[in-house]
């Protein structure tokens, strides 16, 4: 099953402006929030800028958890794979860096979205401790650095190497985040 929030259809779409993105966000959050029967925040706060940065090559920043681990061996020729699967690429449009070097690299590189390999990574950005299972597969707003950018978190390719089982829901995440960007006009 393909999800995409309706904030990645319309929040990180260029052709808005900070202003509209901002209405919009409050929208569906109220609405979202509205809808489970839950607790609105309403002195929440959304950073959008007008200024995206068009000529930013690194639209995807992937946050490995911990320095190297994906980047050598047989990890390292997977994640080539996984991404180049998904036209990503270390080279043209995306940015591979780890959990402890994050938010000095998404500060300068301001990505559009946010791939997160393997439990440490997802639990270091979306501050949480659920198993890996759980925070995978759907975009979360991620707080980084005054920016709110879109994360989706699946298997590290270490895991996918040990575990057969996991390859068939990495690829349906790495599917998603496709998808999103296609939606979204990111090429």
């Not at 002195?43 to 007008?50: P, R, V």
């Not at 320095?67 to 997977?78: C, F, I, K």
């Not at 390719?157 to 990111?186: F, H, I, M, S, Y």
Request: include cysteine.
């Amino acid at each position: 099953m393909l999800r995409v929030s309706l904030r990645g259809l319309f929040l990180y779409n260029t052709g808005m402006t900070a202003e509209e993105k901002k209405s919009i966000a409050f929208f569906v959050d109220l609405a979202s929030s509205r809808a489970r029967g839950g607790y609105f925040p309403w002195e929440k706060e959304y950073c959008f800028s007008d200024d995206l940065a068009e000529d930013n090559k690194f639209l995807v920043m992937v946050i490995d958890g911990a320095p190297d681990q994906s980047r050598d061996g047989e990890a390292g020729r997977l994640l080539e794979k996984m991404l180049g699967a998904i036209g990503l690429s270390g080279e043209s449009n995306c940015f591979i860096t780890n959990v402890s070097e994050y938010e000095g690299r998404a500060q300068s590189l301001k990505p559009r979205f946010i791939l997160c390999l393997g439990l440490e990574s997802a639990r270091a950005l979306l501050h949480s401790t659920e198993p890996i299972g759980k925070l995978r597969g759907r975009f979360t707003d991620c707080k980084i650095a005054g920016m709110t950018i879109p994360l989706i978190a699946t298997y590290h390719p270490g895991d996918l190497l040990r575990n057969e089982e996991l390859k068939r829901p990495c690829w349906d995440d790495l599917k998603t985040l496709r998808a999103t960007l296609a939606l979204t006009g990111v090429k």
